[in-house]
Protein backbone atom coordinates (compact mmCIF):
# COMPACT_ATOMS: atom_id res chain seq x y z
CA UNK A 1 0.00 0.00 0.00
CA UNK A 2 2.72 2.79 -1.34
CA UNK A 3 0.46 5.32 -1.82
CA UNK A 4 2.49 8.19 -3.19
CA UNK A 5 6.00 7.66 -3.90
CA UNK A 6 9.08 10.01 -4.53
CA UNK A 7 12.32 9.15 -5.40
CA UNK A 8 15.12 10.66 -4.26
CA UNK A 9 14.40 11.85 -1.02
CA UNK A 10 17.67 13.84 -1.32
CA UNK A 11 19.65 15.08 -3.94
CA UNK A 12 22.45 18.06 -3.84
CA UNK A 13 23.34 19.57 -6.87
CA UNK A 14 25.34 21.93 -8.44
CA UNK A 15 24.38 25.63 -10.37
CA UNK A 16 23.31 24.68 -13.79
CA UNK A 17 23.17 20.75 -13.41
CA UNK A 18 20.01 19.11 -14.73
CA UNK A 19 17.90 16.39 -12.71
CA UNK A 20 14.29 14.66 -12.83
CA UNK A 21 12.41 14.10 -10.00
CA UNK A 22 9.73 11.00 -9.93
CA UNK A 23 6.48 10.89 -8.40
CA UNK A 24 4.54 7.86 -8.64
CA UNK A 25 1.26 6.49 -7.31
CA UNK A 26 -0.34 3.44 -6.95
CA UNK A 27 -4.25 4.73 -6.41
CA UNK A 28 -5.16 5.54 -10.17
CA UNK A 29 -5.63 9.36 -9.44
CA UNK A 30 -6.68 11.12 -12.27
CA UNK A 31 -5.08 14.41 -10.50
CA UNK A 32 -1.40 14.71 -9.61
CA UNK A 33 0.44 18.08 -8.75
CA UNK A 34 4.24 19.54 -7.77
CA UNK A 35 4.60 21.80 -4.84
CA UNK A 36 7.74 23.50 -2.95
CA UNK A 37 7.89 24.02 0.67
CA UNK A 38 9.58 26.74 1.82
CA UNK A 39 10.00 28.07 5.62
CA UNK A 40 6.97 30.64 6.35
CA UNK A 41 5.43 30.37 2.72
CA UNK A 42 3.61 27.04 3.21
CA UNK A 43 3.13 24.66 0.02
CA UNK A 44 2.98 26.48 -3.15
CA UNK A 45 1.91 24.75 -6.52
CA UNK A 46 4.58 24.29 -9.43
CA UNK A 47 2.79 22.41 -11.87
CA UNK A 48 -0.14 19.80 -11.90
CA UNK A 49 -2.09 17.66 -14.47
CA UNK A 50 -5.22 16.60 -14.83
CA UNK A 51 -4.60 13.72 -16.63
CA UNK A 52 -2.44 11.30 -18.51
CA UNK A 53 -0.90 13.55 -21.31
CA UNK A 54 -1.79 16.52 -19.78
CA UNK A 55 -0.38 19.73 -17.47
CA UNK A 56 -0.69 23.29 -16.76
CA UNK A 57 1.19 25.84 -14.78
CA UNK A 58 0.79 26.77 -11.22
CA UNK A 59 1.89 29.56 -9.38
CA UNK A 60 5.53 29.27 -9.22
CA UNK A 61 6.25 27.23 -12.93
CA UNK A 62 9.48 29.21 -13.74
CA UNK A 63 12.74 27.06 -14.23
CA UNK A 64 10.46 23.78 -13.82
CA UNK A 65 9.17 21.55 -17.01
CA UNK A 66 6.69 18.52 -16.05
CA UNK A 67 5.40 15.93 -17.86
CA UNK A 68 2.95 12.92 -17.71
CA UNK A 69 3.20 10.02 -20.20
CA UNK A 70 1.53 7.29 -17.77
CA UNK A 71 -1.11 7.91 -15.43
CA UNK A 72 0.79 6.69 -12.35
CA UNK A 73 3.87 8.80 -12.81
CA UNK A 74 4.21 12.75 -12.45
CA UNK A 75 8.03 13.71 -13.20
CA UNK A 76 9.47 17.63 -12.49
CA UNK A 77 12.59 18.33 -14.22
CA UNK A 78 14.90 21.40 -13.65
CA UNK A 79 17.26 21.89 -16.53
CA UNK A 80 19.19 24.28 -15.13
CA UNK A 81 19.14 24.34 -11.71
CA UNK A 82 19.76 27.72 -9.31
CA UNK A 83 20.17 28.15 -5.84
CA UNK A 84 16.78 29.97 -5.49
CA UNK A 85 15.28 26.38 -6.52
CA UNK A 86 16.79 24.84 -3.10
CA UNK A 87 13.59 23.47 -1.41
CA UNK A 88 11.76 20.74 -0.15
CA UNK A 89 9.72 19.18 -3.25
CA UNK A 90 6.05 17.71 -2.85
CA UNK A 91 4.34 15.72 -5.01
CA UNK A 92 0.03 14.96 -4.63
CA UNK A 93 -2.73 13.15 -6.34
CA UNK A 94 -5.83 13.32 -5.66
CA UNK A 95 -8.85 11.53 -7.43
CA UNK A 96 -11.40 13.09 -9.72
CA UNK A 97 -14.69 12.47 -7.72
CA UNK A 98 -17.49 14.64 -6.98
CA UNK A 99 -16.21 18.21 -7.11
CA UNK A 100 -13.26 19.71 -5.32
CA UNK A 101 -13.45 18.09 -2.27
CA UNK A 102 -11.73 15.34 -3.08
CA UNK A 103 -8.52 15.73 -0.44
CA UNK A 104 -4.95 15.45 -1.84
CA UNK A 105 -2.31 12.14 -1.40
CA UNK A 106 0.92 13.48 -0.55
CA UNK A 107 4.25 12.13 -0.71
CA UNK A 108 7.49 12.14 1.56
CA UNK A 109 9.39 14.95 -0.58
CA UNK A 110 12.14 15.12 -2.07
CA UNK A 111 14.75 17.72 -0.15
CA UNK A 112 16.83 19.30 -3.18
CA UNK A 113 19.85 21.54 -2.29
CA UNK A 114 21.31 23.48 -5.38
CA UNK A 115 24.49 24.99 -4.64
CA UNK B 1 -8.05 34.12 -6.88
CA UNK B 2 -7.99 32.39 -3.42
CA UNK B 3 -5.58 32.99 -0.54
CA UNK B 4 -5.17 32.14 2.93
CA UNK B 5 -3.96 33.63 5.85
CA UNK B 6 -2.35 32.07 8.86
CA UNK B 7 -2.05 34.54 11.76
CA UNK B 8 0.01 32.59 14.50
CA UNK B 9 3.42 31.23 12.85
CA UNK B 10 4.62 29.42 16.19
CA UNK B 11 2.35 28.34 18.99
CA UNK B 12 4.25 26.95 22.41
CA UNK B 13 1.69 25.30 24.69
CA UNK B 14 1.79 22.96 27.63
CA UNK B 15 0.37 19.28 27.81
CA UNK B 16 -3.27 19.10 28.45
CA UNK B 17 -4.04 22.70 27.46
CA UNK B 18 -6.49 23.92 24.91
CA UNK B 19 -5.82 24.57 21.36
CA UNK B 20 -7.04 27.07 18.67
CA UNK B 21 -5.03 27.80 15.30
CA UNK B 22 -6.73 30.38 12.88
CA UNK B 23 -7.35 30.51 9.37
CA UNK B 24 -8.84 32.53 7.18
CA UNK B 25 -10.01 32.24 3.64
CA UNK B 26 -10.64 34.99 0.52
CA UNK B 27 -12.38 33.45 -1.95
CA UNK B 28 -16.18 34.60 -3.77
CA UNK B 29 -17.47 30.97 -4.34
CA UNK B 30 -17.89 27.73 -3.09
CA UNK B 31 -14.34 26.56 -0.63
CA UNK B 32 -13.46 23.39 0.59
CA UNK B 33 -11.49 23.74 3.27
CA UNK B 34 -8.75 21.32 4.87
CA UNK B 35 -6.39 20.73 7.64
CA UNK B 36 -2.90 19.09 7.11
CA UNK B 37 -0.60 17.93 9.97
CA UNK B 38 3.16 17.86 9.25
CA UNK B 39 5.11 15.77 11.40
CA UNK B 40 8.45 16.06 11.34
CA UNK B 41 10.55 15.07 8.78
CA UNK B 42 7.22 13.54 7.35
CA UNK B 43 4.52 14.07 4.40
CA UNK B 44 1.55 16.03 4.92
CA UNK B 45 -1.50 14.30 6.35
CA UNK B 46 -5.01 15.25 6.45
CA UNK B 47 -6.51 15.96 9.73
CA UNK B 48 -9.86 16.87 8.23
CA UNK B 49 -11.87 18.72 5.84
CA UNK B 50 -15.29 21.01 5.20
CA UNK B 51 -17.06 20.78 1.72
CA UNK B 52 -21.18 20.85 2.88
CA UNK B 53 -23.45 20.39 5.56
CA UNK B 54 -22.61 20.82 9.42
CA UNK B 55 -19.73 23.76 9.88
CA UNK B 56 -18.29 22.00 12.55
CA UNK B 57 -16.55 19.12 11.10
CA UNK B 58 -14.41 16.23 13.28
CA UNK B 59 -11.49 14.93 12.37
CA UNK B 60 -8.53 12.40 13.43
CA UNK B 61 -6.46 12.72 16.47
CA UNK B 62 -9.25 14.66 18.43
CA UNK B 63 -9.06 17.63 16.37
CA UNK B 64 -12.46 19.56 14.78
CA UNK B 65 -12.84 22.62 12.73
CA UNK B 66 -15.31 25.21 12.81
CA UNK B 67 -16.39 26.82 9.34
CA UNK B 68 -17.79 30.44 9.81
CA UNK B 69 -18.61 31.56 6.43
CA UNK B 70 -19.45 35.26 7.49
CA UNK B 71 -15.98 35.46 8.99
CA UNK B 72 -15.02 33.62 5.51
CA UNK B 73 -12.44 31.02 8.83
CA UNK B 74 -11.97 27.98 9.82
CA UNK B 75 -10.03 27.69 12.80
CA UNK B 76 -9.06 24.29 14.07
CA UNK B 77 -9.45 23.26 17.81
CA UNK B 78 -8.43 20.46 20.15
CA UNK B 79 -9.25 20.52 23.90
CA UNK B 80 -6.30 19.01 25.46
CA UNK B 81 -3.13 19.17 23.48
CA UNK B 82 -0.27 16.21 23.83
CA UNK B 83 3.60 16.40 23.11
CA UNK B 84 2.30 13.93 20.21
CA UNK B 85 0.68 17.20 18.87
CA UNK B 86 3.90 18.54 17.61
CA UNK B 87 4.10 19.59 14.31
CA UNK B 88 3.16 21.90 11.62
CA UNK B 89 0.12 22.67 10.60
CA UNK B 90 -1.46 24.21 7.83
CA UNK B 91 -4.57 25.26 6.64
CA UNK B 92 -5.75 24.82 2.51
CA UNK B 93 -8.27 26.35 0.25
CA UNK B 94 -9.80 24.51 -2.56
CA UNK B 95 -12.56 26.81 -4.84
CA UNK B 96 -14.84 24.72 -7.11
CA UNK B 97 -12.82 25.22 -9.76
CA UNK B 98 -11.14 23.02 -12.53
CA UNK B 99 -7.85 22.84 -11.43
CA UNK B 100 -8.44 21.65 -8.12
CA UNK B 101 -5.17 22.39 -6.51
CA UNK B 102 -5.06 23.60 -3.18
CA UNK B 103 -4.20 26.86 -1.65
CA UNK B 104 -1.84 26.46 1.69
CA UNK B 105 -1.81 28.98 4.30
CA UNK B 106 1.99 29.93 5.47
CA UNK B 107 1.71 27.33 8.44
CA UNK B 108 1.52 27.03 12.28
CA UNK B 109 4.52 25.46 13.70
CA UNK B 110 2.83 24.04 17.24
CA UNK B 111 5.59 23.09 20.35
CA UNK B 112 4.06 21.10 23.15
CA UNK B 113 6.07 21.22 25.92
CA UNK B 114 5.72 18.10 28.52
Given at each position: ????????????????????????????HEYMYWYRQD????????????????????????????????????????????????????????????????????????????? | ??????????????????????????????????????????????????????????????????????????????????????????????????????????????????
Amino acid sequence: NAGVTQTPKFRVLKTGQSMTLLCAQDMNHEYMYWYRQDPGMGLRLIHYSVGEGTTAKGEVPDGYNVSRLKKQNFLLGLESAAPSQTSVYFCASSYLGQGASQPQHFGDGTRLSIL
Amino acid sequence: AQSVSQHNHHVILSEAASLELGCNYSYGGTVNLFWYVQYPGQHLQLLLKYFSGDPLVKGIKGFEAEFIKSKFSFNLRKPSVQWSDTAEYFCAVNGDTGRRALTFGSGTRLQVQP
